[in-house]
């Protein structure tokens, strides 16, 4: 089974309230017959495209095979959330790697949330960014983890974003009966993810970049230069960037033993009007501190999109509604009667330790991917290390590559049902209370 068809259309965006919310362009073209590049990207997502564009703006010839369309995977339907620093919080990751390199990779994550925000600005992409990330804790003992790190963060990295609150205050942010507190970044921000690939992808083609959709790469071959397989076609290039996370398939074993893929939902709710403010009293996003994260938002025409449960199988549940209903009833039970217009699922990718698995698994090959639900800056920004590495410019690639990335557990089948195993066990600790 095929996870790029196994949910999908080929070639067909998703059901979802962002497709539609956005103007739509015609599909490219597939690639035919044979073509030579400076650089070939495989995945047309905030990597693929934050990569090819970077490149062709330095003046080099890319070309960009998307097996769907750019914009059709995760880059097109998550949360929105542009988060600070990386997905891993900087007290875990001084522990893991130390506080100096923790210190710089909190700095290629500022880089990150800077680099999609002039990127908007630059080419003007109209994706409802706005200001804003808040972080709810479900019991006393999380504001107060939460609070510590906000301090952490003043003190020792000079961060002055991050807002505390009195319970009163945070109850007038989000009056839900499930939170007791949480921190908000005000530098952190969100968006219409969907609306901010599109604006990207045109930006590529403005550049230069030859785009092709519906064109699927099943073989790559490491020569020099190298051979990129397609159903209708051939590209021969001196580099190629590997751009597909959850959906990379067995383009590579070595990226395939530490990123894997999982699957995430949200729905869209009816407008809410004036009962709007009873979700959210400030236009600010929201993660919570479950393993299996809760996160909404509402859209800018007073929707509340919730996203919420996880599947680790090929294939989609069949009532995603029903999924995900039951976590934002239990957040906002008010909303029971309230109706879901749209319902969609998306495959993301994640590692063991929740950082980026950044390498190079072929000599003229690099890639990128399992951002771990922190992809908007993440992949955006890995895109441009990539580009800046096939430049010569390697002390950001090689910094990211340097995060500890270890192989899943077990080999070809058996890696799934670890994985879920591994996985119901720590979201069966969040229903109990552990």
Not at 57 to 65: I, K, P, Q, S
Not at 114 to 123: D, F, S
Request: glycine share 10%; hydrophobic share 40%.
């Amino acid at each position: 089974m095929d996870l790029l068809y196994s949910n999908d259309k080929r070639g067909e965006f998703p059901d979802s309230w962002y497709a539609a919310t956005a103007d739509l362009p015609e599909a490219a073209a597939p690639l035919r017959g044979e073509t030579r590049a400076d650089v070939c990207v495989v995945g047309g997502g905030y990597t693929g495209l934050s990569a090819a564009l970077h490149l062709a703006e330095a003046g080099m010839d890319v070309v960009l095979l998307e097996a769907h369309r750019a914009g059709f995977g995760a880059s097109g339907r998550n949360g929105g959330q542009l988060g600070s620093g990386q997905r891993v919080d900087q007290m875990s990751l001084e522990a893991l790697v130390g506080r100096d390199n923790a210190r710089h990779c909190w700095d290629l994550g500022e880089e990150a949330k800077a680099l999609v925000k002039n990127l908007i600005a630059r080419h003007r992409i109209d994706c409802h960014l706005r200001p804003g990330v808040a972080e709810a804790a479900s019991s006393a003992k999380g504001v107060r983890e939460l609070e510590h790190y906000a301090a952490h963060m003043a003190t020792r990295y000079d961060y002055p974003h991050i807002e505390t609150f009195a319970p009163e205050e945070w109850r007038a942010l989000c009056p839900s009966p499930a939170y007791r507190g949480g921190i908000l970044d005000r530098d952190a921000a969100h968006l219409h993810p969907l609306r901010f690939a599109l604006g990207l992808a045109e930006a590529c083609r403005k550049a230069g970049v030859r785009v092709f959709e519906t064109s699927r790469v099943h073989h790559i071959e490491d020569s020099a230069p190298v051979i990129v397989q397609t159903d209708g076609g051939r590209v021969t290039a001196d580099h190629v960037i590997l751009a597909a996370n959850g959906y990379l398939g067995g383009l590579s074993g070595d990226v395939a033993q530490r990123v894997m893929p999982i699957n995430n939902f949200i729905v869209a709710t009816e407008p809410l009007g004036d009962a709007a403010a009873l979700v959210l009293g400030r236009d600010v996003a929201v993660a919570d501190d479950r393993f299996v994260v809760n996160y909404f938002r509402l859209s800018h025409d007073k929707r509340l999109l919730f996203g919420g449960g996880e599947s680790y199988g090929y294939r989609f549940p069949e009532d995603i509604r029903a999924l995900v209903s039951k976590p934002m009833l239990q957040v906002f039970p008010h909303l029971r009667d309230v109706r879901l217009d749209y319902a969609w699922g998306g495959t993301l990718a994640i590692t063991m330790k929740r950082l980026p698995y950044i390498a190079r698994p072929g000599r003229r090959i690099l890639s990128a991917s399992g951002y771990s639900g922190h992809g908007v800056g993440t992949a955006t920004h890995a895109g441009k290390l990539m580009a800046l590495a096939i430049r010569g410019e390697t002390a950001g690639f090689d910094a990211m590559a340097a995060l500890p990335t270890p192989r899943f557990p077990g080999r070809g089948a058996l890696r799934t049902p670890l994985l879920v195993l591994a996985m119901s066990w720590y979201a069966l600790r969040d229903r109990i209370g552990l």
